[in-house]
């Protein structure tokens, strides 16, 4: 199956700076990439869509200037947390859909997540 | 709105017992549902779908799942659980859109596995 990797897989860093999270698909190429964040023991909450060549559409109740998102290839979207404050503190996830697979509705394929902490 | 609700936040489990973990749904049309597994530090790995067609779905690694309408609900099973099989189980729902899909996932359930 297709395959997503996420780098860094854990990344802790200081409150007020920035750090930047990418996605990529590793065998496909990937016109759609969704960014999702998880507390501990909760759901995955879906925080924005990403398009390669256009804007990121970004869930209600998302800060758009907090997290930018940035999609400059078919493999690549980078999800920055701008001046990371402990609240920021969470798991990551990435995923991406494979435009190339038949079937009802395209299958997303997750990466394995990067674990955030702020200190 | 769509919606997912997993009753059960744990379940333990003796190993070689049967296993079914409970997804009930909210969602005005025929919805797409999922379940997913997380194993810790790891991303979501697809382990079966609901489209349309036969209510009884089979997955990956023994898993299956029934839609049933009357009920909202999408319960997975496995008739003998492998302590492998310990991990975090997420039921999602979806609708389409321009033939593709975005899910909204339930809280999870933590599949706790005893030798």
């Known amino acids: ?119 | 709105a769509q919606s997912v609700t997993q009753p059960d936040i744990h379940i333990t489990v003796s190993e070689g017992a049967s296993l079914e973990l409970r997804c009930n749904y909210s969602y005005g049309a025929t919805p797409y549902l999922f379940w997913y597994v997380q194993s810790p530090g790891q991303g979501l790995q697809l382990l079966l779908k609901y489209f349309s067609g036969d209510t009884l779905v089979q997955g990956i690694k023994g898993f299956e799942a029934e839609f049933k309408r009357s009920q909202s609900s999408f319960n997975l099973r496995k008739p003998s659980v492998h302590w492998s099989d310990a991990a975090e189980y997420f039921c999602a729902v979806a609708q389409a859109s321009g033939g593709s899909y975005i899910p909204t996932f339930g809280r999870g359930t933590s599949l706790i596995v005893h030798p």
Request: hydrophobic letters at 35%.
């Open chain 1, 1 to 119: 199956g297709a395959v997503v990797s996420q780098h860094p897989s854990w990344v802790i860093c200081k409150s007020g700076t920035s750090v930047k999270i990418e996605c990529r698909s590793l065998d496909f190429q990937a016109t759609t990439m969704f960014w999702y964040r998880q507390f501990p023991k909760q759901s995955l909450m879906l925080m924005a869509t990403s398009n390669e060549g256009s804007k990121a559409t970004y869930e209600q109740g998302v800060e758009k200037d907090k997290f930018l998102i940035n999609h400059a290839s078919l493999t690549l979207s980078t999800l920055t947390v701008t001046s990371a404050h402990p609240e920021d503190s969470s798991f990551y996830i990435c995923s991406a859909r494979d435009p190339g697979l038949a079937g009802a509705g395209n299958e997303q394929f997750f990466g394995p997540g990067t674990r955030l902490t702020v200190l």
